[in-house]
């Protein structure tokens, strides 16, 4: 095994962690100073992570983020010292993973059942990479040892934070989008009726018939089995690694603060716990200067047009990225494009691809008409925040259910990527760029999104200091932990109240029919 | 009728409402400034809504509150103007009522059947009087038509606000601590889990055993019949006002904003609504000096104890003072105690009874030992802010509830006023100021309360001008509304899906029953 990596602003120290850290100063200014573990998870959830990690460190915190020696986004930072632990597999083996995600998306002919195998045996290849990195953090036991921390904030839809908070017996702070079963409202005790709460891919929206009810009531019904198939891997682990019998679902319900990525411009409102923390569009205010060579391509009188698809599609399948080409060509409008490989032959002139973009420098600028978008959480706040209509081409995750919200709200389209034609596309640009309703609802959408009484960012680092402060949070605990499914939903009353009622017509009835009998034997004595 | 009337900090204008206010400067500073209506409850919930309209006015908006001529607590203040409505009736008829309070309280020895009665009696005045003050507001034309503003903050106990802002066609922002009946949760479409969400006027905490899950189970079954109860008279006078067949319910569904006096401190964990804000402690930073002849009362090596009763129960039935003078002349503190009659001739030198006292302002005082309090949530709110264990009397409306809350949390003690001897009153105040762990745990409580990421005043203030700003809040307004009660609960769904099971099941049985015909028939054959 490889020696343990601590690196810190890019100086890397070798041997333990904690002796590592201690050169470190304690941290500049705030009343407050404490140890925080960050363990995050890669790819676009990293994004909002490293804008908490960094605002702790800033604050003076002694921030840790520990990270794969391999990964996607997670790197080091300014305010955060990284700890970097070996993995058993090398880089090759994750860009091939990588690079399937592109044959998922550009297989719309083949047929429907190969497709479905296809998705399958991709999302197989993701788990097991998740288990496999959970794995060699979680048993790397010199690690372990030397984590002396206040608190984990962590990402709950991978457990791995969790585990370790549980080992350590230190409170957790999660930061989230939403588990697809739901994990996430079982371990708070939220309730989310399916009449009015959309579950996960169903791509509904709070408005819906019956027909949209039943699918919806089907899938809140089967989320348990979904939840079990999601996380049986990490249920052993759990045992495993915490010598105890115990499941992910019991160890998140011990978390002591959910800062949930959703705001109620984006999402549909719903009910709440006291320790779940709205704190979606975390990074609009997180904001650098546009570099030079943008300058020409964003000063144009038509505008521009920004198009990404996150970070798991690194580029798209030829036939595809014609089609985008076409209609990009038959626009006024500039088109900055995020394109990992070298730029097709024919790239028309108002088309320039770059392998990374400033997205959310881009869509601050005053010249951006509209923005094509994965539908990515990250990008969808973005967007919002800077009042940018979309044309959204969601490609898998949450990014449908996400298309949907916002396209819900009359601030986007959605087109199907892997059906998409340059016909499609020119249509969807030009209704949301020439139809000013779609930039009015988005002006009206995105006043209401920034006007919050404190920032989202300053929010979570509030209560990620709250936890540290307090050693959790467990007065926002609901006592719904307490009691099992059939005392929650007061069946026991519920069986006695009956039985109770039957019981009373029951002796009613014999009564009156004793009394008829008599009655009736009176008569016939009469 | 006698004239409208138009005060603003005491200078009394005669005639029409809106001409009177032209008068008034546009305010100080403020990116936005609008007119706010606020139409109060008397007594103690006028203490935060108070707060919030002084604030608002600071701000520079143009606050205006109606209030009726005669008022226990509602007056004028710096920072906004009021309009003054006639009554049909004259302040001894206000006192009459008023006084009556502490008959209730007096009757320890009586028939429990008559202290019943005498209660329901008392409940039945008080409603009479909130309905004759709500229509001398609604049905005073002129004043109604005069009145054009931005918004409409209100206590939807009693609904008369919400009318108005109904008829107005404006938003409204609620600030309550709750209805007796859960209307605020079914108004809001809030789950509320009777396993552990306890049921006003139960006493009962989050953590109820199998007996108290079923009082509670049973008390929230009562809920729809009680508010209908509560609210009948307010429905008809709803349905005469606006012109419509429409009830309370749904005249309080309309709320853009509820500012819940509640902080989960005192109150248990619980589903929240988007649009529900708990601003629990709103009036802990509202503070001024001590008054001059104060200052040896407070300055003591001892520590003094405070006691007030609230604002409905100016002075106690004899027989009881003479309990507290006798436990007081016992203790080594001196006692600050409300009391609105002369000091009785045996009152020991250690007790100074003042028929005003600026409680918040002795409470933050480093030498308040404890605090004597009749559990009201504004007195409960201001003890926690500062720290300072209770011994609770509780004697109505929510303060049983409220004392089980705080009692639970181990900050002191409830004890029952009624039958209350000098020596409980003794033991309480021995125990809550010598035993260390009340003092401890209040101040953990006091800590956690206190630690908020924004003032609970400021919170109130930024939530009434957004409403103000975007005119209401929709975006924060579940789509339960829209529901009827089998379609929010699916029963329909799963009816549909029983139904579909039920015919599986009949159809199986019936194939496998021709089948073993068939196969018996065979084998006769053979």
Tied chains: 1, 2.
Excluded at 65 to 83: A, C, K, N, Q, W
Excluded at 114 to 128: A, G, L, V, Y
Excluded at 224 to 251: H, N, S
Aim: charged share 20%; with cysteine.
């Amino acid at each position: 095994m490889r020696p343990l990596c601590l690196t810190l602003s890019g100086v890397i120290f070798l041997g333990g962690g904690s002796e590592a850290r201690d050169n470190i100063p304690a941290g500049h200014t705030g009343a407050y100073v404490g140890k925080l573990l960050v363990v995050p998870m890669d790819g676009s959830h990293w994004v909002g992570m490293k804008a908490i990690s960094q605002e702790m460190g800033r604050r003076g915190h002694r921030v840790t983020v520990v990270m794969p020696e391999i990964t996607i986004l997670i790197g080091p930072g300014e305010h955060y010292e990284t700890l970097i632990y070996p993995l058993p597999f090398d880089k090759a083996f994750v860009d091939f993973i990588m690079s399937k995600n592109e044959d998922v998306l550009g297989k719309a002919t083949q047929p429907f059942l190969e497709r479905i195998q296809e998705k399958f045996s991709q999302i197989k290849r993701i788990t097991e990479l998740l288990h496999t990195t959970a794995e060699s953090l979680l048993f790397n036991a010199s690690l372990i040892s030397h984590l002396r921390f206040d608190a984990v904030l962590t990402d709950p839809m991978v457990p791995t934070g969790s585990l370790i908070a549980r080992k350590l017996g230190i409170p957790t702070v999660n930061l989230l989008r939403g588990i697809p079963c739901f994990l996430d409202m079982q371990s708070t005790g939220c309730p989310s009726p399916p009449s009015y709460v959309p579950r996960f891919f169903t791509g509904l929206t709070d408005k819906m018939d019956f027909k949209q009810r039943v699918i919806n009531t089907l899938v809140s019904a089967l989320e348990p089995l979904l939840c079990r198939l999601i996380y049986w891997r990490f249920d052993q682990i759990a045992k495993e690694f915490l010598e105890e019998d115990v499941g992910v679902a019991e160890v998140l319900s011990d978390s002591a603060i959910w800062l949930h990525r959703i705001d109620f411009t984006m999402e549909f409102p719903r009910p709440f716990m006291p320790n779940m923390v709205p704190v979606g569009g975390i990074n609009c205010n997180v904001r650098n200067p546009l570099p030079e060579d943008l300058e020409p391509w964003v000063s144009g009188k038509q505008g521009f047009v920004v198009f990404t698809l996150g970070t798991s599609m690194k580029k798209m399948p030829d036939e595809i990225t014609q089609v985008f080409l076409e209609a990009f060509r038959q626009i006024p409008q500039k088109v900055i494009w995020r394109y990992s490989e070298v730029a097709p032959d024919n790239t028309p002139e108002n088309v320039k691809m770059m392998s990374w973009v400033p997205q959310n420098d881009l869509l601050a600028h005053p010249g951006a008409r509209a923005f094509i978008t994965h539908a990515g959480s990250h990008g969808l706040f973005e967007g919002l925040c800077h009042a940018v209509p979309m044309v959204m081409v969601p490609i898998g995750g949450d990014q449908p259910d996400n298309a949907a919200r916002m396209a819900s709200r009359g601030v986007g389209v959605v087109l199907d990527i892997s059906s998409i034609t340059a016909e499609d596309l020119l249509q969807g640009l030009n209704e949301v760029i020439n139809d000013t309703r779609y930039k009015e609802n988005m002006k009206r959408l995105s006043a209401l999104h920034r006007d919050r009484p404190i920032d989202p960012l300053d929010l979570s680092v509030y209560w990620t200091e709250f936890v540290m402060r307090h050693k959790g949070a467990k007065h926002l605990k609901a006592a719904v932990h307490d009691l099992n499914w059939f005392q929650y939903f007061c069946l026991d009353v519920i069986a006695l109240l009956a039985t109770i009622v039957l019981v009373f017509i029951v002796l009613t009835a014999k009564c009156l029919k004793f009394c008829c009998r008599k009655l009736s034997r009176k008569r016939k004595q009469d």
